[in-house]
């Protein structure tokens, strides 16, 4: 599989900020695109990466030049990522929406991928539901390959922006697009995961499989409590 990746904005794009200069949004979409490649790289090694912009975020690279990338390396799939705003002051507005570009509910491959990256995202980050949605952006019409752009959380909105502007919440970002998508297309996966004996704690886990607990809990981002695991559960270790 062939997938492009984007973030959506540069760090010194007009406007793209928070009211409180706190935080630039490429600095969200770069961190999240980064942290996908990687995953990418660890868990599904078959999969082939074109990363549209420019990862130091020094420069952003016109639309169009993306699009064409995208186009020539012949992409499966390929994924927008960004954070929102509502206007350019704090205000009540927040959540999660996705894009596509042809019709809502239409049965196709897009709607149908943009739909599990969309429910994914909701149900493991417990964000709002803004919904999925038709826009003609230019990434969406001008890319041959299905086509998605997320909106991840509000700038503009206090309580958003605090998750924004987390590592934990880009890493589970990350980590939840890189999922839906290789669910989507039936890739497989290189994880290791070690089944729960009875009496086993989180520790001990760690420590058979040479790691400390802050790295184990790292990548089971679906564990709140690691005191509460029990036999038969699966524990990533790998």
């Known amino acids: ?77 390929h994924l927008d990522v960004h954070a929102n705003a509502y206007g350019t002051t704090f205000n009540t507005a927040r959540g999660i929406e996705t894009y596509i570009y042809n019709s809502i509910e239409d049965g196709s491959l897009t709607w149908n991928i943009a739909r599990h990256i969309h429910d994914s995202l909701i149900i493991n980050t417990g964000m709002i539901n803004r919904g999925l949605k038709q826009e003609g952006f230019y990434m969406l019409k001008e890319t041959n390959a299905p086509a998605v752009l997320v909106e991840c959380g509000f700038m503009t909105n206090l309580q958003d922006l605090a998750l924004l502007k987390s590592d934990d919440y880009r890493a589970l970002v990350a980590r939840t697009l890189v999922d839906a998508i290789a669910d989507s297309f039936k890739i497989a996966n290189n994880d290791i995961f070690h089944s729960v004996a009875p009496g086993e704690t989180f520790w001990r886990i760690a420590n058979l499989h040479g790691m400390r607990v802050e790295q184990l809990k790292k990548i089971n981002p679906g564990i709140s409590d690691p005191s509460r695991i029990y036999p038969g559960q699966k524990i990533r270790v790998r």
């Open 1 to 77: 599989m062939r997938l492009s990746l984007s973030a959506g904005h540069g760090y010194f794009t007009s406007g793209k900020r928070a009211p409180d200069e706190s935080m630039r949004e490429g600095e969200f979409n770069s961190a999240v695109v980064s942290k996908m490649v990687n995953l990418f790289y660890e868990k599904h090694q078959k999969v082939e990466i074109l990363r549209l912009d420019d990862s130091t975020g020094k420069t952003d690279i016109p639309l169009s030049v993306r699009a064409t990338q995208s186009n020539n390396f012949k992409a499966d799939f």
